[in-house]
């Protein structure tokens, strides 16, 4: 699963879109960067509006189309099975956007200690998972998005047994939209990212509490618990 994430840096990720998409977008007044981004918190996404695309505020969790107001909120749909599952094959085929990142963590065990690791891409490059999003049924409620994930690379495996959907400079324009993706096409988007394209660090146990948020998330690991970084070079 791919539960918190960052987007700290929210003007280079969505300049980052706009330019993979040859638009221009403004950052919205409402928006501000967040280190530390969980489940309900509200969130810029790129997402296609009277046919063209157009950051929107959204809710980090997907209610399925056939739940009640008490079901349990989804922050993922697996890849594999998002495109024909009852819960998210509409929103597969026909609301897929895009959600401006800075990098994702993931959690090793040590003990009884979670220890946060920070994975990004090479050189702090902004990126975007592969979204998808439904309206909710109170309109006044801003629509909602999940995360697709799929098998981890090489880089994440060690940590974790999945990882999120990344779209690049490349993909990004070939994930947005609005009609159904042919079966091939969706199954290359949905691929894990070459590891070779990322890195991954220790990171500070202050971002393991969802309240907290600020610069401190990003913090080296604290020395007693900081473990060798993983070297695939």
């Not at 996404?45 to 008490?70: H, K």
């Not at 999120?164 to 009609?179: C, F, K, S, Y």
């Amino acid at each position: 699963m791919c539960v918190r994430y960052t987007l700290h840096n929210l003007e280079a990720a969505l300049s980052a879109i706009a330019r993979a998409l040859d638009r221009q977008f403004a950052s919205p007044e409402w928006a501000r960067p967040k280190h530390n981004i969980t489940l309900t918190h509200v969130v810029s996404t790129v997402a296609i509006s009277d046919g063209e695309p157009v950051v929107r505020g959204m809710a980090w969790g997907l209610v399925p189309p056939y739940a009640g107001g008490a079901a349990q909120l989804m922050p993922n749909a697996a890849a594999e099975k998002a495109a024909s599952s009852p819960a998210f094959r509409e929103a597969t085929a026909t609301r897929r956007c895009l959600v401006p990142a800075n990098g994702f963590y993931e959690w090793a065990t040590a003990g009884k200690l979670k220890l946060p690791h920070l994975f990004t891409l090479r050189d702090e490059e902004p990126f975007a998972f592969a979204g998808i999003w439904s309206p909710r049924a109170d309109a006044d409620l801003p629509p909602a998005f999940a995360i697709l994930t799929t098998v981890p690379n090489e880089l994440v495996a060690p940590i974790h047994h999945r990882m999120p959907v990344i779209l690049t400079r490349e993909t990004m324009p070939r994930w947005i939209g609005t009609a159904p993706l042919p079966a091939a096409e969706y199954h290359a988007l949905t691929r894990p990212l070459d590891y070779r394209r990322m890195q991954q660090r220790p990171v500070s146990r202050f971002v393991n509490n969802s309240r907290n948020d600020g610069p401190q998330c990003l913090a080296p690991a604290e020395p007693d618990f900081a473990e060798p970084e993983l070297d695939f070079s």
